[in-house]
């Protein structure tokens, strides 16, 4: 029987999270031209490679590479394209950091050649919707995100609508959750998203905020992104995403206490020291 401190720490073939100290930060490095925060400013795969060795110093415990912007309003990418931006980094990172790389996509041959070139989890914003990618998964034995988003990027933030946000969205991941399972996935090794800014409103944002504990009591590990969002600017009227690290501090102290997993952030060094706080007020 495992020793009960070592709930905390999630071990695979290809990586180890630790949980101990409580929440962990996964940095965001998008290798695209037009991601809504940092679009372009990392396209270049040198300076992403920097930027990904950066976050690794400043305390992300995943660096999560991703080649296409899911923004709202964003077209596809082709797989070609997407495997041309991101495994020159992820090959380039993988064998210069201590840390688990994570691929953001729903792209099943993307993941393939990524986790190739050396990545060890995938984020996707289906929560695997393509049953090839769930193969893939359970056959690497690699941790998932399991995403919610209300249709697709190019469309999501058309008026989208729930009757009861929190649990619609709740129990789409439970049951994403069970099946991933049943393909093999262990469920340490699952990890629910609830998808904030993906087909949901400010009003719909805040409500999974104000009740992000029913995510963190479904047993699973919550993962939660509102690093720089468009929510953020609505409250405090920071139009340029980089001008929200403090909007999104806040979310990421609130998730800290209430027991979330990992946050994602654009900003590694300043929300590293937001967890710490957070994590040594709760502990006294």
Not at 47 to 52: D, N, T, V
Not at 82 to 93: D, E, G, T
Not at 130 to 151: F, N, S, T, W, Y
Request: with cysteine; hydrophobic share 45%; proline share 4%.
């Amino acid at each position: 029987m495992a020793k009960k401190s070592d709930e905390n720490i999630v071990e695979w073939p290809r990586g180890r999270l630790d949980f101990s100290a409580g929440c962990i930060i996964m940095g965001v490095l998008n290798v695209t031209p037009d991601s809504f925060s940092d679009g372009g400013q990392f396209f270049d795969a040198g300076r992403a490679i920097e930027q990904g060795l950066k976050m690794a110093r400043d305390g992300a415990a995943i660096i999560d590479v991703g080649a296409e912007s899911t923004r709202p309003g964003s077209e596809a990418v082709s797989t070609h394209e997407q495997i041309r931006r991101a495994i020159p980094v992820i090959q380039a990172l993988a064998k210069k950091v201590h840390v688990p790389i994570s691929i953001d996509t729903y792209n099943r041959e993307v993941a393939q050649a990524a986790i190739g070139a050396g990545a060890a989890m995938i984020n996707d914003i289906t929560a695997l919707s393509d049953e090839r990618m769930v193969k893939l998964a359970a056959e690497q034995q690699v941790p998932v995100v399991l995403m919610h988003m209300q249709g697709m990027p190019a469309t999501m933030q058309v008026e989208p609508k729930y009757d009861d946000v929190v649990g619609e969205v709740r129990q789409f991941l439970l049951e994403r959750a069970k099946r991933a399972e049943k393909f093999g996935v262990p469920k340490n090794m699952i990890f629910i998203d609830p998808g904030i800014g993906f087909g949901k409103t400010l009003e719909h944002n805040l409500l999974i905020l104000r009740n992000i504990h029913r995510f963190v009591e479904t047993g699973y590990r919550v993962l939660l992104g509102s690093s720089r969002k468009s929510f953020i600017g609505a409250i405090t009227g920071k139009k340029r995403p980089a001008d929200r690290i403090f909007g999104t501090a806040a979310t990421v102290a609130l998730c800290a206490a209430a027991g979330v997993s990992i946050v994602r952030a654009h900003d590694v060094a300043e929300m590293v020291d937001v967890i710490r706080v957070a994590g040594a007020i709760e502990k006294h």
